[in-house]
């Protein structure tokens, strides 16, 4: 492990800036779409199509990430996030050219499976350059990279998507990408024993296959099929049957892609619980504050944007914080501090109303942004200080995979819970009345409050104490 200090004035600090442009590639893309969609539907059409934009990223991500997490382990994260940000800008360079929704739809999987190496290795490369106590510091940079994404990816979107055209959110992903690639190339080194592994081919394609039929059928369940059909018990059972062969074939190979054994640590189990229900809560706050914001209090798209980038603002702000804290006074209390915000914030989405001020929604969302800074950062934190150099990477990925899992279930499900009472209500989809969308909107909270004490309950059945390997015990944490 390196010396040498932390910032960017340090022998780390190229790395480290490669790792923030690497980390801004993903964040900037997950905002910057968002307000694009009405010039991508009126330039190539669409508009039945276009949620596929945003699920179909996301499922490309899930499904990926505990490969590349593997992998990384077994040939290093150097080739893994190079190999990452090369998929990315060719799937940017895609999307850019996309002449219609399918293809750009596609293209979007591109993205994604890039995008699943890119976040999971940089967060694998601080806890390989760092130490405990030298993460709580580096986190406050990479949190910070989500923060001025929250605000800068909206702005930007609608700049290109006004000005110039839509086409240019994909096109500069080209120079960032460039850069990062070009800085983690002349300047991260690492030394890798990597001998004669086994690649997990069986493993991976039934990891993949399981989980995209799996999301799949949750996803377009209630919507293209009803859930009781042949089509939706189809492809939720094939998916099922997938990873029931994946857990027998795991069991019996040299170099399992996802070990088994990451489920039957205590700490690895809810902590991947812990990860699986911030991803549920954080996207169907992202899906359904803006639809609140601008069809029930009746505002336009900046203010909407406005109320949910408290939500990123608030994150950041206590997870660069959060280390000084889990220092002092362990992981699981940080954590549990984390908890109480998030219930209360998530509590106080109850109180909202077709009156209710757009401060009053900002100031919520930034409750509720200030508690998962405070539980997801310690967290996978916790998780990787468990483990050694070898299983980092998987580790890492696994938590990554459940997050990435519980923000396409969770929106998938607050989506069927959103439309059942649409429906109930006799709302037509093209006339959707204040009132219906005030009641839908309010079940997708209360869904949201379940999930968050779900996390909460997670988090108090972590291990009081986190054992850390010989090779990475830098410091002593205190019990929590």
Known sequence: MSSGGVGFRSERGPVLIALMLSTSLVAVDSTIIATSVPSIVNSIGGFTEFPWLFSIYLLAQAVTVPVYGKLADLFGRKPVILFGIGLFLLGSILCGLAWSMPALIAFRAVQGAGAGAIQPMSITIVGDLYSLAERSKVQGYIASVWGMSAVIGPTLGGVFSEYTSWRWIFFINIPLCGLA??????????????????????????????????????????????????????????????????????????????????????????????????????????????????????????????????????????????????????????????????????????????????????????????????????????????????????????NLFCRSLGSALGVAVFGAIANATLRSGNASSGARSSAALTTATHHVFVAVLVVSLAMAVAVACMPREVEQPEQDLLIDLPAA
């Open 181 to 398: 690639a070009f800085m983690l190339t002349r300047k991260f080194t690492e030394r890798v024993e990597r001998g004669h592994p086994h690649i997990d081919y069986r493993g991976a394609a039934l990891l993949t296959t399981g989980c995209t039929l799996l999301i799949l059928g949750v996803l377009e369940g209630g919507q293209s099929w009803a859930w009781i059909s042949l089509p939706g018990l189809l492809i939720l059972g094939c998916g099922a049957a997938l990873l029931v062969a994946f857990v027998l074939v795991e069991r019996h190979v040299p170099e399992p892609v996802l070990p088994l054994w990451v489920f039957s640590r205590r700490l690895l189990l809810t902590t991947s619980l812990v990860s699986a229900a911030v991803g549920a809560i954080v996207l169907g706050l992202t899906s359904y504050i803006p639809t609140f914001v601008q069809d029930v209090l009746g505002t336009g798209p900046l203010v909407a944007g406005f109320a949910l980038s408290t939500l990123m603002l608030g994150w950041p702000m206590s997870a660069s914080q959060s280390g000084k804290l889990y220092l002092r006074i362990g992981f699981r209390r940080t954590a549990l501090g984390g908890s109480v915000f998030a219930v209360a914030g998530c509590a106080l989405l109850l109180l909202l109303n077709g009156s209710s001020p757009v401060p009053q929604v900002a100031l919520t969302c930034f409750v509720i942004g200030l508690g998962m800074g405070l539980v997801g950062a310690p967290t996978l934190i916790a998780a990787q200080s468990s483990v050694g150099w070898s299983e980092r990477g998987v580790v890492t990925g696994n």
